[in-house]
């Protein structure tokens, strides 16, 4: 059903999607409204590529928003996906995979001494507040502008006009009561964290944070800020959450808290940890885990949650990941990809910063690398809009938002590179 049919354009499709789908996707950054024009739509995808209705050949640096990690359609993934879609495709009791799953997290996540699997990092970040929550009993919690964490009504939140003014819905249909206890401080202000633990920090249950942030493009905790948070955690007895569930076996084999040695209370997972399919988790300290149900008071729940087959994809992926110099590679190969994006820019005349992190990236029509959502906004957004269709005309897929983070795969080799880099010069040129 997914094979194209003759005839078939991406335009022809994005027309039909938008008779019988809001906006002609399932999730709007597809859309392509940052960056204008018309949605492609795959048809398949192998290694660091895809292929789009009318068959042109793509170099994918989006990795399905970060699970491709290994490469689309790797055979060892597809090998097991089959096997376990075989046995079966859901059985609403448990199984072994789940506690195999449980237990890898476990060892590369040192703290994660227990895990609940979810679906969607939604459902991660949405249980784990919950969970803080109901441990704390306390309803305030500490969020940062520029980051997201899923879709769930509390999070859905930008500041409010004044430091201790609780937020604003940043979606119509999440009624202000949901979130006046969201409080929203600057990324990276260590200031403003401060102050604010000491004007609320005995109701504050929790802070969340994405501490390599991938959601406002590619932006660094600094260590300063991430250990203030975790020393004003532990004097107020709130709950750190780190949201890894795009740096979580992205940026590392241990995540971001490995590159911070930052023990947060609990973690989100997803994206990786499910190689393509959806599988998230959130986990942590046991003595906060025991408050879930069916042990305590905190009710959380899901029909496909550790299914048997999204397991075999994510427990495949994990084992793929822990391969002999998997992420120094990564992490060098994307950091080769940015540092010749860089010299492209530099030979065309072109204001342009990047950074990497791992298997992450951020590239920036800005003259050095942004700290903060203030600074991520101040990038240019039209040149990179230019620069975005000129790469995907010659068959490079970036994300097509100035303000989301990149990805790379194991399979992005130097070739791949260099096709990119080639690509990039002639789009640095149309900037001019
Ligand atoms: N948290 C972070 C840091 C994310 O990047 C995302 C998705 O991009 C989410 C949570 C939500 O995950 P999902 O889209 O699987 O619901």
Redesign the pocket.
């Known amino acids: 059903m997914n094979q194209k049919s003759s005839g078939t354009t991406n335009e022809s499709l994005f027309a039909r999607a938008q008779q019988t789908t809001p906006g002609g996707v399932n999730s709007p950054v597809r859309a392509f409204r940052s960056v204008g024009g018309t949605p492609r739509f795959i048809t398949k995808a192998q290694g660091p590529y895809f292929w789009d209705a009318e068959d042109r050949r793509y170099i994918d640096y989006i990795g399905s ?2 699970p491709a990690i290994v490469g689309h359609a790797h055979p060892k993934v597809v090998r097991a996906v089959q096997e376990a879609a075989a046995r079966g495709l859901s059985f609403g009791a448990p199984t072994e995979g789940e506690i195999e799953m449980a237990e890898e997290i476990c060892k590369l996540v040192p703290s994660i001494e227990q895990v609940r699997l979810v679906s ?6 949405m249980s784990a507040l919950r969970l803080a929550r109901g441990a704390t009993k306390r309803d305030k919690i500490v969020k940062f502008e520029g ?5 769930a009504d509390s999070l859905l939140v930008k500041a409010g006009s004044g430091l201790l003014t609780f937020g604003n819905p940043t979606s119509s249909g999440v009624p202000e009561d949901f979130v006046k206890h969201t409080l929203v401080l600057d990324y990276n202000n260590t200031q403003q964290l401060e102050e604010a633990f000491k004007a609320a920090g005995n109701d504050i249950a929790c802070v969340i944070v ?1 501490p390599v942030a ?2 406002m493009n590619l932006v660094r905790a600094t260590p300063e800020f991430l250990q203030t948070m975790r020393r004003l955690c532990t004097e107020y007895g709130a709950i750190l959450i780190f ?1 890894e ?2 740096s979580g076996f992205r940026v590392a084999l241990g995540g971001a808290q490995s590159l911070y040695d930052i023990i947060p209370d609990l973690t ?1 997972l ?2 990786v940890i499910g190689g393509g399919l959806p599988v ?1 988790a959130f986990g942590g300290r046991a003595d906060i885990m025991k408050h879930l149900a069916p042990l305590g008071g905190v009710y959380q729940a899901g029909t496909l949650s550790g299914n048997p087959v999204t397991v075999a994809a994510g427990l495949t992926t994990l084992q793929i990941v822990q391969e002999a110099d998997f992420y120094t590679k990564l992490s060098a190969q994307t950091r080769k990809l940015t540092d010749r994006l860089c010299e492209a820019a530099k030979a065309a005349d072109v204001a342009f910063s990047a950074d990497t992190v791992g298997g992450m990236f951020g590239l920036y029509f800005a003259p050095s690398v942004p700290t903060s959502y203030a600074e991520v906004m101040q990038g240019n957004k039209d040149k990179f809009n230019v620069f975005f269709h000129a790469m995907l005309d010659a068959g490079v897929y970036l994300a097509p938002s100035a303000f989301e983070a990149g990805f790379v795969s194991a399979q992005h080799d130097d070739a791949v590179i260099e096709a990119t880099i080639a690509a990039a010069r002639t789009a640095f040129a149309a900037i001019k």
Do not use: I, L, P, R
Not at 120 to 125: N, V, Y
Not at 147 to 151: A, D, E, F, N, P
């Open positions: 928003w970060g969607s990092g939604t459902e991660a970040t980051c997201y964490h899923g879709h994405e991938g959601n949201d569930v795009m989100a997803g994206k998230a």
